[in-house]
DNA sequence: AAAGCGCACAACCGCACGATA
DNA sequence: TTATCGTGCGGTTGTGCGCTT
């Protein structure tokens, strides 16, 4: 038996709102407040509407200072970076953009980012309801194209590609597709030569782990954060241009490591550049970037996916582990999980958290030389991740 | 002309969590 | 300690509009 509702559903209005129950609602806000109650607050103001459609009403609409509209690249860019960082935490991710709500950016993303960066169709109602979901299918759900080149294990591999979810699959994908690793792996495509300029993973990672994540906090770093965000990225005009001439020499700087590939940050060989401009976190802000579950791995680089750490890393591993071949007969070791569970670091890690789980594994990860990830594994990974749409 | 379809946006739903009695 | 309540959040659904066939 679940929890009891919040309002009397029988006796509440549903549906849209009419202007005349906006404007009561706002007058009394702005006089009044909420009380702290939005359960009370229509019987206060004789609205038949339930609290927590009252609340909804007024933050995503009524409440000053919304913006509602077109969405201009810089909030794009922001909006990607943290979503690759973060996944579908909104609530942060607006709170990062000033005017917007969490549910604007939630439908924007689902609407138009998500096929604008990744380039798919969102599934139709219709798909969706006879089971017949092109996402899922692209996720594993059974797509004719999936591990076309990883040789045998398939049912196995099918197992584990269900296992990832569609939110940590599309995650790899932008991270793929906003670093241009398209080329990393070989791959010229049309679709690879349309990848815009994004910043590299690391630059991002870096940046979104700069950044308290506290509701309250994240305001004071707002502007910062865009500032640095659109000088690093080079888009232009706006605050980018005024940024473009502080940040130069620091992007000079970090071009070479800005160029470094992901697997190389992955493997924790990259090498942080230096602290970035503009935005020095606090302690405290830097205690709660933590919370961010960006993945600072050993040696200072970053690589980590955010909360879907042993997720990917058993989607990795299930790649890249089982390679053998290199790293086996080399005499290297790749840990399971469950090993890394069970080693010392690993045991420490997994009371701690993924983070340092996924710092562990990927510090004792030795794949050799850089020479590992080719041929029919990236072309695995590669048919796997972009659903085998492309590179045809 | 109209049915089918996709899209964008608003709103709803249910769960999780913290506060409080 | 436990039950209840209010709130916040993310996922999902409803609805209206415009385009296509």
Redesign the pocket.
């Known amino acids: 038996m679940?929890?009891?509702?919040?309002c009397d559903?029988a006796s509440?209005?549903?549906?849209?709102?009419s202007p005349e129950e906006?404007a009561k609602l706002k007058a009394y806000i702005e006089e009044n407040g909420?009380?702290?109650?939005?359960?009370?607050?229509p019987q206060k103001i004789g609205l038949k509407?339930?609290?927590?459609?009252c609340?909804?009403?007024w933050?995503?609409?009524l409440r000053p200072n919304i913006k509602?509209?077109?969405f201009t690249e810089e909030e794009e860019h922001i909006i990607c970076s943290l979503y690759i960082s973060i996944?579908?935490?909104?609530?942060?991710?607006?709170?990062q953009l000033p005017g917007r709500t969490?549910?604007?950016i939630?439908?924007?993303w689902?609407?138009?980012l998500k096929?604008k960066l990744l380039g798919k169709?969102?599934p139709?109602?219709?798909?969706?309801a006879a089971n017949q979901d092109p996402y899922l299918a692209a996720a594993g759900g059974g797509g004719s194209n999936m591990c076309s080149t990883s040789g045998g294990g398939g049912a196995m591999a099918a197992t584990q590609q269900q296992a990832l979810s569609a939110?940590a699959l599309e995650r790899i994908q932008l991270h793929m597709r906003l670093q241009g690793l398209y080329g990393a792996f070989g791959c010229t495509t049309a679709a690879a030569d349309a990848a815009p300029h994004w910043p590299k993973l690391a630059e991002t990672l870096m940046q979104v782990s700069s950044l308290p994540t506290d509701?309250v906090t994240t305001t004071v770093s707002v502007e910062q954060h865009q500032h640095h965000l659109v000088g690093q990225s080079g888009l232009a005009g706006g605050a980018g241009a005024t940024a473009a001439a502080v940040v130069e020499a620091e992007q000079q700087s970090l071009s070479s490591a800005a160029g470094a590939n992901y697997m190389a940050a992955a493997q924790g060989s990259f090498e942080r550049p230096g602290k970035l401009g503009f935005y020095s976190p606090s302690a405290e802000a830097e205690a709660a970037s933590a919370e961010m579950t960006s993945c600072q791995m050993v040696g200072g680089g970053y690589g980590g996916f955010g909360p879907h750490h042993d997720e990917l890393y058993d989607f990795l591993y299930s790649k890249y582990g089982s390679l053998g071949g290199v790293a086996a007969t080399e005499g290297r070791h790749i840990p399971t999980l469950p090993e890394l569970h069970q080693c010392p670091d690993g045991a420490a890690a997994a009371a701690v958290g993924a983070d340092e789980k996924f710092s562990a594994w990927a510090a004792s990860c030795d794949y050799g030389a850089g020479q590992q990830l080719q041929g029919s594994s990236i072309g695995s990974l590669q048919d796997y991740v972009l659903g085998g749409g492309y590179g045809q």
Do not use: E, M, Q
């Open positions: 679940g929890r009891a509702p919040c559903k509440v209005k549903k549906g849209p709102w906006d909420t009380g702290g109650n939005w359960i009370a607050l509407r339930c609290g927590k459609s609340r909804l009403r933050l995503n609409y509602h509209g077109d996944g579908s935490r909104w609530s942060i991710i607006a709170a969490d549910n604007d939630k439908n924007y689902n609407t138009k096929k169709r969102a139709s109602r219709r798909a969706r939110s509701a």
